[in-house]
């Protein structure tokens, strides 16, 4: 293998680089074994027409070595991601923890992240990720009729009884796993029915729930509404962030707040403490100004993506020609991390803010959302507004009083769950069949009352 030293990285550099960073690598670029319907990052096969996909030994070894020495903080984190990482068998991730080892420093902890679909995991795999400690973002949009929809191999067939195999055996081996699960046309009604598939039939303690927000111009949408898989006959496109409509899988920008209230609902009353959902932890630690996700921080760009070739982009969502930095053959990871184009990047986020989201009474909160969403004027025409908006801001209004609750009982250094107590006493002041709370408008007894 070819063991050349990383490029110079100056001193100064590294006075002014960030101590850490989260990195995706994606080994086999965005070649999945399945198609699912929504996932736009089949599509960036494009950017490399006539490659094979596949991270090659000496650009494994230059990553690992560079993220090792980038780090100030004694935690790394190794992520791999895709497409679907498990296409690259097991071999070449028992070769990256030989690595790891190799150049980690005396005083680094490497912690590892591995997002699947779950279809090839079988007990080889899950011996391998329990014995290196892994953390596995499993793929599942929910109950069968849902994740069905639109996750989907090769031949149009849903995948749940495949996933379904992967999960039992990660249950069977005791790997640590998440649930990574998108919000779309499909699910978005059924935030509960979902929550309580993955809390009481999957047995998870950790939910992210992401939207599935799919851009498309008046000229592009009837060919992405197909899909983002080649189709004989029908042009290719390569997803970017651009144009003000979205696709008919989209989840609407309301209904996402609707979809994370109805599971909030739930879980307060239910599993604060016990189960963690991504957001609500955020959120949580947002009131203390501690910013633990790039989407609702001020600024971002501490999120690059890796391709399997060394191309380094600003971000995951952003890969495409206009957001590449670089790549780690030639310029350290560090020095492109810490460069003025990607801290401009970042700081765009916070200083392209419409007026609408600078009076917002939950902007400590929200921050804006991703800038990826921002493509549709505010209530007084400002373009580059948030299209999830009225969600969020439901999200956040409507959670924000039990939130403070949770965060005054950290503060005299009582538990968060007993949080419970507080909406059990505000519940038995409720009649039966008053509204729920949610704002479903259904009977509170026939909702989350039942």
């Not at 990553?63 to 090792?68: D, E, K, V």
């Not at 991601?81 to 190799?102: A, D, I, K, Y």
């Not at 957001?279 to 790039?294: Q, R, Y």
Request: hydrophobic share 35%; proline share 6%.
């Amino acid at each position: 293998m070819d063991s050349k030293p990383s490029p110079p990285l100056s001193e100064s550099v590294r006075a002014h680089s960030p101590p850490r960073f989260h990195l995706l690598a994606k080994p086999s670029g965005s070649t999945c074994n399945l198609d699912c319907t929504y996932c736009f990052f089949l599509s960036k096969e494009a950017l490399y027409p006539d490659d094979a996909s596949r991270m090659p030994l000496d650009t494994l070894e230059a990553y690992i070595r560079q993220l090792l020495e980038s780090h100030r903080t004694p935690t790394v984190t190794v992520a791999w991601q895709g497409g679907e990482p498990t296409l690259m068998g097991l071999p070449f991730f028992r070769r990256s923890v030989e690595l790891v080892n190799r150049y980690r420093r005396p005083d680094q902890q490497v912690e590892y992240t591995f997002q699947t679909n779950g279809v090839l995991l079988d007990n080889a795999w899950c011996a391998f990720l329990k014995e290196h400690g892994f953390l596995v973002g499993l793929s599942v949009d929910g109950p069968q009729e849902l994740h069905d929809t639109y996750r989907v191999n090769k031949g149009g067939q849903g995948t749940f009884a495949q996933v379904m195999r992967g999960w039992e055996h990660l249950r069977k081996h005791e790997v640590d796993f998440n649930v990574l699960c998108t919000v779309n046309a499909a699910n978005q009604h059924h935030g509960r029915k979902v929550y309580r598939f993955f809390r009481d039939r999957l047995q998870a303690k950790w939910m992210q729930f992401i939207p599935i927000v799919e851009r498309a111009t008046r000229e592009t949408l009837p060919i992405a509404n197909l899909g983002w898989a080649p189709r004989e006959g029908a042009p290719r496109l390569l997803y970017t962030q651009t144009g003000s409509l979205v696709t008919e899988r989209s989840v609407g920008g309301d209904q996402y707040g609707r979809f994370l209230v109805d599971v909030y609902e739930e879980w307060i009353r239910r599993d604060v403490g016990t189960i963690h959902v991504q957001l609500f932890d955020v959120t949580l630690h947002a009131l203390f100004g501690e910013h633990l996700l790039c989407i609702h921080a001020p600024t971002c760009g501490y999120g690059p993506a890796l391709e399997h070739n060394g191309d380094l982009y600003s971000c995951d969502h952003f890969v495409e020609p206009d957001y590449l930095l670089g790549n780690i053959h030639d310029t350290h990871m560090l020095e492109m991390v810490a460069s003025q184009r990607q801290r401009r990047f970042g700081d765009d986020k916070r200083d392209t803010l419409t007026r609408q989201c600078r009076a917002c009474d939950v902007r400590m909160l929200c921050n804006g959302g991703c800038p990826k969403d921002r493509f549709v004027p505010s209530r007084d025409g400002e373009p580059r507004h948030n299209y999830l908006c009225e969600g969020l801001y439901r999200f956040f209004d409507h959670v924000r009083p039990t939130m403070i609750v949770m965060a005054n009982l950290v503060q005299r250094g009582r538990p968060a769950s007993e949080v419970r107590d507080y909406v059990a006493a505000d519940d038995a002041k409720r009649g039966r069949s008053d509204p729920c709370p949610c704002g479903s408008g259904e009977k509170f007894k026939r909702c989350h009352g039942a």
